[in-house]
């Protein structure tokens, strides 16, 4: 139910595609991998030392050329969701959002970094190379805790390190939401999903909201309101429409639902925000 591989010593695949789907929890520390990953529909070169994480049923797929020989490096955790039973992990390994993210999105490391999640590997593979006892599952949980818990240190690190592709993906949103709320697409489409947003700019849900709360400390959910506003301010102090057609211009079906939101955001009613601006 849980085991450690040494991936230097895989030399070999099946040449061609071929498409997995783990029971396990995956935790991949990968580097000079010269095959390509696809997961979602991104795919990724391994060139340096990358960590990634794949839940139970999630449908990824290995690329191998021919005559390709394996000169890769690292470590893969798996961990089956019944090793966790009667663990407080079984419920909070759920809360971990990067077991959501794309490869793509993959956590990328310092050396000093790979060695600390590779020594816990290690001795996790250590631990159930030992005599079992009722110690035994304890200790290997807590280790894999740690693990979660410097990966999402670390993701945190990456969120502000990577400032410049970062800073693009937030300057890309604000641009899609402008653009959605100055055009027709609230008519034709409604409010902008959270799922929408992150698949207009090539990421996952999970991730990008990670990444907004380290950027500007809201979510994407948080934007996306935050955006739905300042329109519906600018239609109150500009125009004399009636709240019932502003809601319905922003998307809304029932006029009750904005007027709700609005007074939640800015603890004013739509009309009480007109009177107080004129």
């Not at 969120?159 to 592709?165: D, E, M, N, V």
């Amino acid at each position: 139910m849980i085991s450690v591989i040494d991936l230097s010593l895989i030399k070999k695949l099946a040449v061609g595609e071929t498409s997995l789907v783990f029971d396990f929890y995956s935790i991949a520390l990968k580097r000079n991998f010269n095959a390509k990953i696809k997961y979602g529909q991104q795919q990724y070169d391994f060139d340096e030392g990358i960590m990634f994480f794949i839940s139970p049923g999630q449908v990824f797929s290995i690329n191998v050329e021919k005559d390709s020989f394996l000169q890769q490096s690292g470590w893969m955790l798996l961990v089956h969701p019944n090793f966790l039973w009667n663990t407080a992990l079984a419920k909070t390994i759920k809360q971990y959002e990067f077991f959501d993210y794309s490869v793509h999105e993959a956590l990328f490391m310092s050396e000093k970094e790979e060695l600390t999640i590779a020594g816990i590997m290690q001795n996790i593979q250590q631990e159930y190379h030992s005599n079992i006892d009722k110690f035994s599952q304890t200790v290997m949980t807590a280790q894999l805790e740690l693990l979660l818990a410097y990966a999402e240190r670390f993701y945190q690190r990456q969120f502000i390190t990577r400032k410049i592709s970062n800073h693009q993906i937030l300057d890309r949103l604000e641009e899609l939401l402008h653009n959605y709320f100055e055009n027709e697409d609230l008519l034709k489409k409604g409010l902008p999903t959270v799922q929408f947003i992150a698949d207009s700019l090539n990421v996952s849900p999970n991730y990008l909201s990670g990444l907004l709360k380290v950027l500007t400390g809201q979510s994407t959910q948080h934007h996306i309101h935050a955006k739905l506003i300042d329109k519906a301010k600018q239609q109150l102090s500009t125009t004399s429409l009636s709240v019932s057609e502003i809601a319905y211009e922003l998307g809304f079906e029932h006029p009750q639902s904005f007027s709700k939101l609005f007074k939640t955001k800015t603890n004013l009613s739509p009309l009480e925000f007109r009177q107080s601006f004129n």
